[in-house]
């Protein structure tokens, strides 16, 4: 299948910085991004959806302006958290889909703990 | 909004048992797809159904669209120690719409 990388894998900051987290499609093009966020024991949870050149759109109770999402080129999306707090520290993982893919595929994720 | 309701959260079992477990949906999806998470990794899709009362095989894994689309089943046959993890049933509407997952069921193998 189709491979999708995170960088980086796991990321340490202290509160108050902000945490760039990229996602790209490395074999296909990725009209679509998604962005999950994972606590422990818990399920994914979908943050939100983005389409390439246009801006994102985030579920209920995400904060777009905490969580910035920038997918510039078909194969690259970017999750900047925006002032983490420890409270923000979770598994973040992406999913990309378009092309002649069927399905979408999940990234690796990236474990971002903030101190 | 929709909402998934998998079972059972989690399951201990011995080595060459069989497993089940099952998902069901306050509303219809269109695809039904069941994906199986190592820690600290991302989900790796297992199987994915596209047609109500479908069923579709994957090596020692069996899994069924519901009829009214609102559920799934997927079944481990002779489990082994690698089939431990954390599977999660998802569903989606249409091909590039968001994915919406369960709430897992944590499978344990005793030795």
């Known amino acids: 299948g189709a491979v999708v990388s995170q960088h980086p894998s796991r990321v340490i900051c202290k509160s108050g910085t902000s945490v760039k987290i990229e996602c790209r499609s490395l074999?296909?093009?990725?009209?679509?991004m998604f962005w999950y966020r994972q606590f422990p024991k818990q399920s994914l949870m979908l943050m939100a959806t983005s389409n390439e050149g246009s801006k994102a759109t985030y579920e209920q109770g995400v904060e777009k302006d905490k969580f910035l999402i920038n997918h510039a080129s078909l194969t690259l999306s970017t999750l900047t958290v925006t002032s983490a707090h420890p409270e923000d520290s979770s598994f973040y993982i992406c999913s990309a889909s378009g092309g002649q893919q069927d399905e979408q595929f999940f990234g690796p994720g990236t474990r971002l703990t903030v101190l | 909004g929709q909402q998934l309701n998998q079972s059972p959260q989690s399951m201990f079992i011995q080595e060459g048992e069989d497993v089940s477990m099952n998902c069901t949906s306050s509303s219809i999806f269109n695809t039904w797809l069941w994906y199986k998470q190592e820690p600290g990794e991302g989900p790796v899709l297992l199987i994915a159904l596209y047609k109500a009362g479908e069923l579709t095989s994957n090596g020692r894994l069996t899994a069924q669209f519901g009829i009214t689309r609102k559920d799934s089943f997927l079944n481990i046959s002779a489990s082994i120690p690698s089939d431990v993890g954390i599977y999660f049933c998802a569903g989606q509407m249409n091909r590039d719409d968001k994915i919406i997952f369960g709430k897992g069921t944590r499978l344990h193998i005793l030795p």
């Open positions: 074999d296909f093009q990725a009209t679509t």
